[in-house]
């Protein structure tokens, strides 16, 4: 009875608790609009969480049918993009020396091979001879020398890269001038490079910039890389230095080839004084 | 009975009074608020009626309410507070041997009963009258902490009042 009289008293309280704990909040939910409005929202929430399950469940279902439209809907978009075409005109810039009368065409090119990793590297680019490439060209980038075209069909053409056994250009330290001629270095780095033939009287720091000479098929001044070692090897009449080349020639993307129109007329004068000589 | 009446009004209007115009004003770090005013719910003696004892923690939760424009927000707080009152005093006390219609005070119950009764009580009021106000799970962190740091205060509170009025009476 007792235990009776205790439930009843729980149940009581239980009871007394349900009544005016709904009249408060019902009086709550009533008067505050914040509430109110939130309650309604978080209704609002409810159903439209349901909503959104439902929706990727569907999605899910219907993937398969979505990936073959979007595979379709690349393929059709690639067919559109402008590097599956060849590109028949050619935008050409041209830089004009007015004070040394010297005239350097360049043509934009983009790289479709390359490679770094054997003893005689060459890399492709898509101009060739209908865009005015030829033999014997320079080929630069944005950050250093590359290298010379060496073979040209109608629209690729061959560059013989830096990172070739067989590749010599010419070129100078930044400060103080002094000439030497630049190779690839012997152990195959792609990032290293010997400068050869420089004067003892030269003073190269570590560190110094080494660019084009303008002697040969480029401007003088485009970088070509910096020097890492002043005394890679001893025991030679002239300076030999290692340099870090400024281009990363794994990355090559796009190159401009540069056509010094005097070069015809350069050789052919200095094959004349050698048969005079 | 009538001087439980007469101690009991006087003591919904004082406290009702210093929580409406001393208390509302304090706020530690925008993280401690407290709500002292539920000690009347605490200290109703032990034979109040349950009908009375809800309709009163309703009413009290009102008044309050009007202060704070808030309608029905403390009023829910505190009739949950009643029920957690006589669920807790249901499974701690033993209603017989009482006399004189003794209440929960910390001087007759002694400060480890009231100490813990004053804690849970005041944790589950605020923790309602909290979630309630904020109304959302976002930020429960912070509303977490608020109804921590503020049962603290109120407990503190609380304590500190038991120990006001605690030669009055002497101790069981």
């Known amino acids: 009875m007792r235990n009776l009289l205790i439930f009843i008293t729980k149940y009581n309280a239980f009871f007394l608790f349900l009544i005016f704990e709904i009249s408060s ?43 073959d439209s979007l595979a379709r809907e690349n393929a059709a978009l690639r067919n559109q993009l402008k590097s599956s075409f060849y590109i028949d005109t050619v935008a050409k810039h041209k830089l004009n020396d007015t ?7 360049y043509t934009v090119a983009r790289v479709i091979n390359n490679s770094t990793n054997r003893s005689f590297n060459y890399l492709t680019i898509n101009k060739g001879s209908k865009d005015g490439i030829g033999v014997g060209m320079g080929v630069i980038c944005s950050s250093g020398i590359v290298g010379k075209v060496v073979n040209v069909t109608e629209h690729l053409a061959n560059v013989q890269s830096m990172l070739n056994k067989d590749t010599r250009f010419s070129v100078m330290l930044a400060k103080n001038k002094e000439i030497g001629s630049i190779r690839w270095g012997d152990d195959l780095d792609p990032h290293k490079g ?74 052919g004068l200095e094959a004349q004084q050698k048969k005079d000589d | 009975m009538i001087r439980a009446i007469i101690i009991n009004t006087l003591r919904f209007i004082v406290l009702v009074f210093i929580q409406v115009f001393l208390l509302k004003n304090i706020t530690l770090y925008n993280l401690s608020t407290p709500y002292l005013y539920i000690l009347f719910i605490l200290l109703l003696p032990f034979e109040t009626p349950n009908a009375l004892l809800f309709l009163l923690a309703f009413v009290l939760g009102l008044t309050i309410d009007a202060f704070y424009d808030t309608p029905g927000l403390h009023a829910a707080a ?39 009764y004053a804690l849970v009580l005041t944790l589950f009021h605020h923790f309602f009258l909290f979630n309630l106000e904020v109304f959302s799970l976002s930020g429960i962190q912070y509303t977490l902490s608020r109804v921590i740091l503020s049962s603290i205060f109120t407990v503190f509170l609380m304590l500190v009042s038991g120990l006001l009025f605690y030669s009055r009476k002497e101790r069981k």
């Open chain 1, 25 to 67: 909040l019902v009086i709550y939910i009533k008067y505050n609009s914040f509430q109110k409005a939130s309650f309604i929202n978080s209704s609002n929430q409810v159903t439209g969480y349901l909503y959104t399950q439902k929706t990727d469940l569907d999605g899910y279902l219907s993937l398969k049918e979505v990936n």
């Open chain 1, 99 to 105: 004070v040394y009368k010297v005239e350097y065409e």
């Open chain 1, 194 to 267: 010997l400068l050869m033939d420089v004067n003892n009287n030269a003073q190269p720091q570590y560190g110094e910039m080494v660019v084009t000479s303008g002697y040969s098929l480029f401007p003088a001044g485009i970088p070509v890389g910096k020097i890492s070692n002043l005394h890679p090897k001893g025991g030679s009449i002239s300076l030999n230095m290692e340099i870090t080349f400024a281009v990363d020639y794994s990355k090559l993307q796009y190159v401009d080839v540069v056509d010094y129109k005097y070069a015809k007329e350069q050789e």
């Open chain 2, 78 to 116: 505190c009739v949950l507070l009643a029920l957690v009152r006589v669920l807790f005093i249901s499974i701690t006390v033993q209603k017989e041997g009482f006399d004189n219609e003794p209440e929960p005070t910390l001087s007759n119950m002694g400060f480890r009963w009231f100490f813990t």
